[in-house]
């Protein structure tokens, strides 16, 4: 694709500062640019690569005042975060797969699928499965028995969703995530042996929900587990059975939501973060990376931090704390030799 | 599947409080329940909602005496729990797939297959696999060369069980896990580089283990990695090569286990531990999630918590104090000031 | 396989000690030997097990000098580590497949295939790949559009490339790992709503890398994310987008490295760290298992444990003074109570 600096002035909204008929090959990062990129400039911090990158053209704050000399043309757009999301778009090829059922693709007779649909070959359709229009099922997907997709789905190759799974429209999981697996629920008997407690229930996702790879989501013991519209889960999570997670909630890879833990709405979760069964998050709770959240969190909006977690400036202060501690117990032996020091001479 | 009272109570070797004949249309949690649903109350912190809830039936104890009046017809049973279990048997329905070899099934002449065994289309039997009778592998997964697997498994659309891997009877793994990968075995050379030691050993899995998603088993160096009866193993767990893990201990996700460690049996492991390599977990221990075990465990039976985990009331006092320790940085100052007073004085 | 002591001695360059004309059939764990067993003694620690053991042969240093009668053969080797790893490779066996193109493979017509490739059943090898010569290609693998890779190159089951990505010769990428996902990018909306942010890079993957299980590695937002030659990742582990990790560096089980963080080469990575996103991480760097990374580490060659990590010693200092934090805050209340009647007295 090639498209020169007004072109793309124009298709964001923004104005050229510079040559308007540079032409453009891609994107690139401004510590990266090359002769024909266009990069941008939307942290300060990264001011200084402005004046020595090799990218064509750099995307600017419409009020940006360079302090040095700019080889690059600029392009002045009112949101440059919004206008970078705009460009990639453009740019984007991506894997695309044709509109239309591959003939080594296996699909049940009885599955209801929707207009425009692509399922690609060595994918598993089973009985009485819908998918909506225009969803795109890559290659060795497998969707089981009464599976509901809706529109606009992106399943990527090795995705598994097992049967009686709801997914909501616009949803995209990548590969070789798993939805509806068995949640872990087993009885003990008076031996120490466990005997499986059937899961019975299923995983319901809403609307515009992003899954990353490998992720696991659970099926309910009964019910359901739910991952409401706007969730964005990375990869390798792991969420167990009857666990709800609430609107446009994001959680980073690798945490883990022991069972029916209730997570509120707008959360914000970091990498490696653990969160125990049955409690709940209140909307709008921040948690630092490897965080073990043990007990509920009741106000909303707060930060946590630590294992158990605490309010995250209690956990900075206390981890101060932490590394003094050799200091402080030499100081506290210095103390209890002056005092007994002290009482001698009284 | 439709069901009365009557029938559940005589089914579950209970007894009718209220209509018999009411129709049931499968089991719900008690707080969502709705007409036609059955659920149970076994936790009493859950009773408030047996007064509200709209569910036809509600399992309880036999001995239970309801505080307020109840719509639901109640269902006395002994053993509350157990027959939760039955129940939610008695309605699971679950993927199924016919017992016979799909012909879109790569398997290989030499394997042997026993009696009603499904095998899924897109799956891969190599050479000289057993699979033992009624055995169900789902679409999708591979089987590598000199697998013996037992009768009654359930293998999951996406599992890999690579070459020479044993599995008991009636284990179930699910989907996308992969037992047998290499060991993660390298020697570094003197220029820093890391040359390959071959893992040829196997993993040995007993009877009656289940094992969730995305779960990764490595094959012994040399010998086996050793899963025994009873072992149940949530998802992305790592298992690493010639680790041991006894008799009916439980695993919660995403813990990892580290080479050559020994873990003993009927042990409860919480989600996100770590197990360091080449040290022993002495049976019946339970380890609180999150933990970091770096030593051996030597005494049975104790909680360990912590990263390096220590024993576990030990380490909430400790915790206890680390969430104090800017007030005891603070006193300790105070000390110091008023000792310093103190001797000025003197 | 079987091969006479005599044999093993000549092919390891080493001498025998005893009788040269036993069998042996495979190699054991010392503890584990059994009759026709070879195995190996290395590390003092386990000299006990030369006298008691069952094998009939064992490695030793050429130096080595036994305190107590062996009945096994010993093989006088100059490099017992390095013994071990030929002898390995000498008895190892592993999964084969013919080097042909499966005819149950999908292979677009435009890939160029290179010379004695294996493409397993059930594989998808899609338009415009490039796959080196002697590379195995595992059934039921994904390879996305414009994919490179190498020569010599190892695919195991459920492997799945996405589109553009580019790995290099010699590498090995074990079951359902993902390489080529896209990054977790979101931008928020004045409402809370993400939208996603186009991830048009991919994952350039240099030479002689090992790629554990079910691991995932991201596409760049822009440009690559990049593992550089001879890495070693073990299973589960999380790779963001944009992440770089130097050369030779190893990175055991369920690490995650979260966007843009620069990794050196020559670290050594325990399991279960967590390193934050655009920090920068010194060649030679070690970090012990669960710590997590959250500033940049400047100083080549230390080693990091805690979360978040700080100096190696400095934590276990720290962490001997959390264990004792119980006595800490007793021993200061009884300080206060001293120094209070000393007040009052004086």
Redesign the interface.
Known sequence: MQITTGEIASFLGGEVDGDPNVVLTG???IE?GKPGAITFLANPKYEEYLYSTKASAVLVDKTFKPQNRVRATLIRVPDV??A??QL??A??????IDRKVDH?A?VDSSAKIGKEVAI???S?V?GEVEIGDRSVI???V?I??NVKIGKNARL???V?I???CIIGDNC?I???T?IG??G?G??PDET?????????GNVVIGN?V?I?????I?RA???STVIQN?V?L???I?I?H?VIIGE?T?M???C?V?GSAKIG??CMIG??V?I?GHIKVADGTKIA??S?V?GSIKEEGTSQFG??A?PYS?FL??????????E??K??AE??K??KE??A??
């Not at 740019?91 to 695309?96: A, H, I, K, P």
């Open positions: 994107p690139s990062k990266e975060y919004g970078i999301s990639l778009n740019f984007s090829g991506g894997e695309e080594l296996i690609g070959g060595l598993v089973s890559h290659p060795q497998f089981g028995k990527y190759p090795g598994r097992l049967h009686n995209t990548h590969s070789n798993v697996a068995d872990f087993f009885q120490g042996k466990y005997e499986k407690v059937p899961q019975i515009n992003e990353g790879s490998n992720t696991v659970d013991t009964m019910g706007g964005k990375d990869n390798l792991q167990a009857n446009n994001v980073a890879a690798q883990g022991a709405k707008n990498g490696q653990g125990s990376g490897q073990g043990m294992s158990p605490i209690d202060k206390s981890y101060i704390g932490f590394k003094k501690l050799p402080i117990m100081k506290m103390l209890e002056q005092l002290l009482k001479k009284s």
